[in-house]
Each structure stands twice: as C-alpha cells, then as structure tokens.
C-alpha cells in the first residue's frame, strides 16, 4: 500500500532516500513512516463525508466554533477511560454501529462536564484522525476476530485508552515495536477463542482482567506503563505457552488413540461382516459375536495390531463357532458342544466384565442352543444372560473448523495443488480458518495421522479444533474458509483492514 500510494503521488524516489538516511526525522520517524501516516490521514479525509451522517460530530457548520485542546480532549479521555458510558459499552458489543462516530459523539458530550459549550466547540482535525483511525482499527478486530463475550468486553475497554496513546504518539499507527501495539497483540492473542472452558483458560483470562484493570486505572499520559505491562504480560505468556505445549501434545495422543480405536472397530466389523453376511443365525450366537466377540476383537487389534496372537486367537473362535453351528445344522447329536473352546470363551466373556459363573452360564446358553438345533428342538434353545454394556469411546467426528460444506457442494472438486500443498505442510504452520459468519481464527498444524493421514490443528491454547484430510482442506481454500496466516499479530491484520475500508479505489487485498 505504500508503495503504491508513493509511486501515485510521484514521491517513491525521495521517500525512498529519506528511509535510506541514517536518522529518523524530527519526529522519530523515517520516511516511509511519514508518508504512511500523510497518506492513511488523507484517505480519512477522503472517506470521511462517507462515513458520516448530517448529525455526526464532523458534519456540524464549524462557525465560530473553536477545536477542543488537546488538554481538554485529554481529560474528557480521561473520564471515559474511568467510567465509560452506556452507549459507548454498548457500540463495543454490538456490531454494526460506527465505534469512530460513537467516541466522537461521547467525546463533545463529555465536554459538557468540563464547562465547555458544545454547541461553541469542535474536534480538532488531527484528533479527530486519530479517533477514526482507532475506532477502525477497533472495529475490524472486533468483527474478524474470534472475540465473544467476555473477551470482546475486555479488549473494548482498550478503545478509549488507544486513542489517548493515538493523539500522544502518531508512532504507534506505523511502528511495529510500539509498546502500545504490542500490548494490544499480546491480549488480543490471549483473549481470541478464549471461552474460560479450561482452568488454563480461565487463569489466561484472569490475568488479561487484571492487566486491562491496572491499564486502565493507571495509564495517565505517560506511555511507559504500555512498556511495562507489556514486558509483564510476555513473561506470563511464555509460562502459559509452556502448559500449551502439554495440551497439544495430549491433544495429539487423543486423536492418535481415536484413530487407532477407529482403524480397530474398522477391522473387528468387517472380520464380522466377512463371515456372517447374511447368514441367519441362531440368536444366543447372533448375540455372542455382534457384542462380547466383536468388543474382544477391537481391544485385541487395539492392544496387539493386526497380526496379534489375541487376534488369532479370537479370529479361530469365531470360525469355530461358526463350524460347531453348520455341525449342529447337520444335525450331529452327541457332540460335547463349544467344550475346545472354553478358555477362549471365557477371555472373551471376561472382556466384557463376564466372569466365573457368569461365563459358564453364557457358555451353558451358547451349547444349549447348538444342542436344540442339533435335535431339532427349538424350546431347548436359550438366550444370552443379560451382559453389562460395554461402551468404548465414540470415534473421532469429522470435523472442519465450523465450516459447513452444505449439500450443493461437491467435495471432490477441489485444487490437487492445493492438496499436494497440504500434504507436505511442516508441523507447527499456521493457517487461518474462517467460520460461515467471516470471523477467523488461526489455527497451528500440530500432527499428521500416520493412519489415515488427517491433519490435526490446534487453537492458541494447544486445543484440538479441526482435524480434516488434505483434499478436505482444499475444498476449504475453494469455499474461501481457509487461508494462508500472516503472523502479523491483531494490530497489524487491522490496520490492513482499516486500509482496506479506507482505499477502496487501490482495492487492497488482504
């Protein structure tokens, strides 16, 4: 955007030179920061008879109206900052009101308590500047961010303090190492989808309260309380970011061990399948190998893989059994029925909390049964005792972030670059996922399913919020609810929407 503002107003070349000189300007700023600043201040201008109605603070005849001094706008700041009003708390929660024309109304009213006439005074037009380019700001991240309830209230308790530290120091709109726009990255980081779900959730947030609270009683017009909260709140967040890295490593083993509980249930019910199809079978039968047989074989493949000696083992009952029935059919009379398989029969009936005399009668039902077929006598025939329900963990939903596909699209046409791209993204990426109602949320790459290859990503509190498969996420980029993340922190992904609003003719993107 600079560059191209520099190059339309045919000042590249001395901007340029200007940034390559050793020093800053008289007001610590380098020439490209300057010219920013020239240009996002024109571009208000520019925009402004858009953006306000005839009763808006700026559309009042000026006449012998005379601009607030910046003591005065500092004090009326000030009593906001203390007590915010009704009407400004409620723009910060709603969406759609103008936070810019808000603070500007509560700013000529709060006049009032210093004295001052309102109908005698004006904005001044610098501070004005200030007000919408913060108000803006505001806006944007309120609407892009995954910021609700709790969070949205505290991160709005920082308007009218940002706008004091905009009319103080011009800086902060240009220079990345502000102390005021790194605050404002830090608690924004922490607050964004931060739902008080978890205890580190909620300590997180508590020390957001208290920052914000210590922020907002004590910032006065000296800046260096930004330094100072800043440099405590770093410190908090890399022990924070510690107890991060255990969530994401649970996170990962809970997934690894869903999927492999899947691929398991996958096995038991098609070893299942294969054999009965659509064979009718004797109910006690039926019974035994849909539930205690079929729930021994997924703990079995769970515990031992796939060529596992229990594997074997349950896989030669099953045919077993399945024989002794076809015998019973033919009508052999006098077997011992089920009597080879007794150990086995009884590990399976333990599987399911079965034990002792428990197993002997299900087993005791189980011959029974053969015994009545064999002698074509079906009153013989015995059910099941009664078993505990044994119920393993539900498998792994499939999940995309929030986003719903919908019926209307087809989810096999997608980009095969943009799934080959995702295939060989490295761990610890970070992508942004964009929900139906445009607000974002990064999300970082925590681990690849060796299994079926799904990627798991975690939020920035290390927890498990999408897990979907490369053609998945491709789908996703086409719908425009994936993207690549630019790390540039909350303040700097609102200023490029501030720009955005603003220079609608250079139609920026993002």
Request: aromatic share 4%.
């Amino acid at each position: 955007f600079a560059d191209r503002w520099a190059a339309s107003r045919g000042r590249m070349q001395s901007a340029q030179a200007a940034q390559d000189r050793a020093g800053d300007g008289a007001d610590g700023m380098s020439g490209n920061q300057g010219m920013l600043l020239e240009a996002l201040h024109e571009l208000l201008q520019q925009t402004r008879h858009v953006r306000e109605d005839a009763t808006s603070a700026a559309s009042v005849a000026v006449g012998q109206q005379r601009p607030l001094s910046q003591r005065e706008m500092m004090s009326v700041l000030s009593l906001l900052q203390a007590t915010p009003s009704a009407t400004l708390r409620a723009a910060i929660g709603e969406d759609g009101e103008s936070l810019a024309q808000r603070l500007k109304s509560e700013v000529l009213s709060g006049a009032t308590r210093l004295g001052v006439d309102p109908a005698q005074a004006r904005l001044d037009p610098q501070d004005e500047d200030a007000i919408d380019l913060v108000g803006m700001l505001f806006d944007v991240m309120l609407d892009e961010r995954d910021l609700e309830g709790r969070s949205r209230e505290l991160i709005g308790r920082l308007v009218v303090p940002f706008v004091k530290v905009a009319m103080l120091d011009r800086r902060m709109f240009v220079q990345k190492t502000h102390p005021a726009r790194k605050l404002l990255n830090s608690l924004a980081e922490a607050c964004e989808g931060n739902t008080g779900e978890s205890q580190a959730e909620r300590v997180l947030m508590g020390k957001v309260e208290e920052i914000i609270e210590r922020l907002v009683a004590e910032f006065n017009e000296n800046l260096a309380i930004f330094l100072t909260l800043e440099e405590e709140f770093r410190d908090f967040l890399a022990q924070h970011r510690r107890r991060i890295e255990i969530a994401e490593r649970r996170a990962a083993e809970t997934q690894r061990g869903q999927e492999k509980l899947e691929v398991a249930r996958s096995r038991a019910a098609s070893e299942l399948d294969w054999r009965i199809a659509d064979t009718t079978l004797p109910q006690a039968i039926g019974e035994f190998l849909r539930q205690p047989w079929q729930h021994h074989l997924t703990l079995a493949v769970l515990r031992e893989g796939d060529d596992g000696a229990s594997v074997s083992e349950a896989l030669a009952l099953a045919d077993g059994v399945l024989e002794e029935v076809a015998e019973a059919r033919r009508h052999v009379v006098g077997k011992p029925w089920l009597q080879a398989w007794h150990p086995v029969l009884r590990k399976v009936f333990a599987s399911v909390g079965v034990h002792a005399d428990g197993a002997t009668a299900a087993i005791d039902s189980l011959h029974d049964t053969l015994q009545s077929i064999a002698e074509s006598r079906p009153e013989l025939e015995r059910a099941l005792p009664e078993l505990p329900q044994v119920v393993l963990p539900a498998p792994p939903a499939a999940d995309s972030a929030g986003v719903e596909l919908g019926g209307k699209v087809d989810v096999t046409d997608f980009d095969n670059a943009d799934a080959d791209r995702f295939r060989g993204l490295e761990i610890g990426s970070w992508l942004d996922f964009v929900d139906k109602d445009g607000k974002v949320q990064a999300g970082k790459l925590s681990w690849v399913s060796p299994i079926s290859q799904r990627l798991l990503f975690v939020n920035r509190r290390g927890v498990r919020f999408c897990v979907a498969s490369p053609e998945e996420l491709a789908v996703m980029v086409r719908l425009g609810r994936l993207r690549a993340h630019i790390d540039d922190g909350a303040f700097d992904s609102a200023m490029q929407g501030v720009i955005d609003r603003l220079d609608t003719k250079g139609a920026t993107v993002h």
